[in-house]
């Protein structure tokens, strides 16, 4: 019996082998790290500094089209070509994805990134993208500007000595994003919030360990280990972290309905004709999705800007030629579109951090690709700071001065993608980019920025790009003359 049982598994691994190898023969045209050297990475433990730092080597090792395979596994192709990024990111058909991303859903909930269900997708799409980017009725300047001033306040209170980018941040993007979605203020509300942020932590703490463990990723038998109570005691947090503002501000506007002209997100998403269960979704990932990629990129633009300060007095000599020196004067949404060197400081960062540095898509049916057909179902990683590191010179170093309008035609088209490109592509960008310019040049024109001397970033591609050894940097009052 045993035998037979034994035969049958060596027959359907032959069967399987030789099916996956034939077709997906077409990958086989492409350099890769050997079976072995993969197999040593899955297996053996390692720190997500290094497993950023194998990931990111790839495309330099072997240029634009890394093919990684196991046999029989599926092979995945990680790309930062532009021919793929045409073919698949810019086009309408293969907007799928499955990666192991999509196990967050118990977490960030089941909103745009997440939704397989195309059709779907495609419709609350439209209708998020419609109300996030309705800059008629959202008054994301206000808001910018309640929580500029309680960060200011902060940075003030720790002037002249060492302070972690992160650690200031992280609450910050937090407190704005729930802000502009859910009209609640939570910067006082330090256990809510404590207890929200404890839980994102340990959620991506088991989903790390479960990522990396073949055996763990299985549904069943991550049900049977201790990390699974873990996991939905963490999911539920979030949840009740969201829902509870949700319900909370609904009652109020029945209560005393708005009569204003002006709309807030809630308002646009209640007559968007979205159920209520989709709302706390799509709501749900918002926060995560819009917090943490602004305070990264906050956080990187602040630590580089530190080490730059030529770059600093640029930012602010524009600031204060756009708005001025009075303090008590912000800059509006007109104003930043002005600032074209603060533009160019937030597009650096974001190519040499990009806070999602890999995204992916799954075909749904065989594409051509140049002189090349790839089946249906085949994995592709699109590279984003593969791309950002093959197509533009010196590119370890920070270079604003890159995106300048006379050097920005230089830049291969859709070389530069940290938003991503194509129908899949952030719809929260609008928003993103006002922020972090809004913040970068509110900070250069209250303090200047030093550097801790030799501190060198260990970056680690974690859900969001992080640094694990802080973003050390010492604040001093700006003297205005
Ligand atoms: C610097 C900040 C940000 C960066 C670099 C960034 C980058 C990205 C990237 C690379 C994707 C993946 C797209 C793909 O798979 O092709 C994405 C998706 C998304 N982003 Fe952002 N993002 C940022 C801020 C935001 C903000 C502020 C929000 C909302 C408030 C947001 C909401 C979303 C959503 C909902 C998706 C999923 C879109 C979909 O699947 O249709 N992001 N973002």
């Not at 990390?227 to 829902?243: D, L, P, V």
């Not at 600032?339 to 890999?358: G, H, N």
């Not at 991503?420 to 592509?425: A, M, T």
Request: glycine residues 4%; proline residues 5%.
């Amino acid at each position: 019996m045993l035998l037979i049982l034994f035969m049958g598994l060596i027959s359907f691994f032959t069967f399987y082998y030789f099916y996956q190898t034939n077709k997906y023969k077409i990958i086989d045209d492409y350099p890769g790290p050997t079976p072995l050297e993969l197999l040593k990475f899955v297996l053996l433990p390692k720190s997500t500094v290094d497993s950023y730092k194998f990931v990111v080597s790839l495309n330099k090792k072997y240029g634009p089209v890394v093919k990684i395979w196991i046999r029989p596994f599926k092979p995945t192709l990680l790309v930062s070509d532009e021919k793929f990024i045409k073919h698949i990111l810019l086009s309408k058909e293969h907007v799928n994805k499955r990666s192991l991303f999509q196990l967050l859903e118990a977490f960030v909930g089941s909103g745009l990134p997440m939704m397989s269900d195309i059709n779907l997708w495609r419709q609350e799409r439209k209708m998020i993208s419609h109300v996030l980017n309705n800059q008629f009725n959202i008054d994301y300047i206000s808001t910018f500007k309640t929580h500029a001033i309680k960060l200011r306040d902060a940075i003030n209170k720790n002037l002249n000595q060492p302070v972690d980018l992160q650690m200031l941040l992280l609450r910050h993007g937090l407190n704005i994003v729930y802000d502009l979605l859910l009209n609640e203020d939570i910067s006082n509300q330090d256990d809510r919030v404590n207890r929200y942020s404890t839980a994102l932590k340990t959620f991506f703490e088991v989903y790390f360990d479960r990522i990396n463990s073949p055996l763990k990723i299985n549904d069943i038998i991550f049900k049977l280990t201790n990390n699974y109570k873990i996991w939905t005691k963490c999911s539920e947090e979030a949840k009740e972290f969201i829902e509870s503002t949700l319900k909370t501000v609904i009652e109020l506007k029945k209560k005393s309905p708005n009569k204003n002209d002006r709309k807030d997100f809630i308002d646009l998403l209640l007559e968007s004709g979205l159920s209520y269960d989709r709302i706390l979704a799509q709501l749900r990932t918002l926060v995560v999705a819009g917090s943490d990629t602004v305070s990264a990129a906050t956080g990187f633009a602040l630590y580089e800007l530190a080490k730059h300060p030529e770059l600093q007095e640029r930012i602010y000599q524009e600031y204060i030629s756009i708005v001025g020196v009075d303090e008590n004067v912000f800059a509006e949404f007109s104003d930043i579109q002005q600032m074209s060197f603060a533009d160019c400081v937030m597009k650096e960062t974001l190519r040499l951090y990009p806070p999602f540095p890999f995204i992916s898509r799954t075909l749904i049916k065989s594409a051509e690709i140049g002189d090349k057909v790839f089946p249906g179902d085949t994995d592709l990683v699109f590279s984003i700071i593969g791309s950002h590191y093959l197509n533009f010179e010196e590119p370890t170093k920070f270079k604003p001065e890159r995106f300048l309008p006379e050097n920005a035609t230089k830049i291969p088209a859709n070389a530069y993608l940290p938003f991503s490109l194509g129908p899949r592509d952030c719809i929260g960008k609008i928003v993103a980019i006002a922020e972090v310019k809004f913040l970068i040049s509110y900070i250069m024109r209250h303090f200047t920025l030093h550097p801790i001397n030799d501190h060198k970033a260990d970056i680690a591609g974690e859900v969001v790009l992080t640094s694990k050894n802080g973003l050390p940097v010492i604040f001093k009052k700006r003297i205005i003359e």
